[in-house]
């Protein structure tokens, strides 16, 4: 089984959709025996809180109902995760810093390192923008869960 979390800063935009992207994917591979998903956030400002409404309902649109509640980073998700994935270069760097140790820090990676077409570098936050600022996310994700699971599992 591998795990995989995705990391934003608030949990409630990104890596929340990463993470129901990456599960419709997986269903609909028959992958649920094989890969499990999870989200979380840097800060713990918005814990329990469910999506941003702009976010679920842009995604919602596309078929996905996120309904993962916020949750901060925890010490423990470095060694429970295979794969901690950050959406920026600031979740990167703050994933790094709290990285126990040197091997968990290496589970480290970038979102947008998996992307097949979409030509970018980080995943942008959307939550001060407009609905095309959304919709833009989702697009990312959707390309960058594609090459996810196809890094994860080649041959599917």
């Known amino acids: 089984m591998k795990r995989i979390l995705f990391v934003c800063l608030g949990n409630i935009c990104r890596s929340s959709s990463a993470e129901e992207v990456m599960r419709t994917l997986i269903k609909e591979k028959g992958l649920e025996n094989e ?4 989200s979380a956030g840097i800060l713990s400002y918005h814990q329990g809180e469910l999506p941003d409404s702009r976010m679920r ?39 790094t810093e709290r990285a126990p140790d040197l091997e968990t820090e290496k589970k ?9 077409t979409k030509v970018v570098d980080h995943v942008p936050d959307p939550y001060y923008g407009g609905a095309q600022g959304f919709e833009n996310v989702l697009d990312i994700l959707e390309d960058a869960c594609v090459g ?3 890094f994860l599992v080649p041959d599917n």
């Open 57 to 95: 309902m842009h995604a919602s649109r596309r078929g996905y109902n996120l309904i993962h509640r916020s949750r901060p980073v925890r010490t423990e998700d470095f060694y429970l995760f295979d794969m901690i994935i950050g959406m920026d270069d600031r979740n990167i760097e703050d994933l």
């Open 148 to 150: 996810l699971l196809t």
């Open 108 to 116: 480290i990676c970038r979102m947008t390192d998996f992307c097949r």
């Open 35 to 38: 890969i499990e998903v999870d």
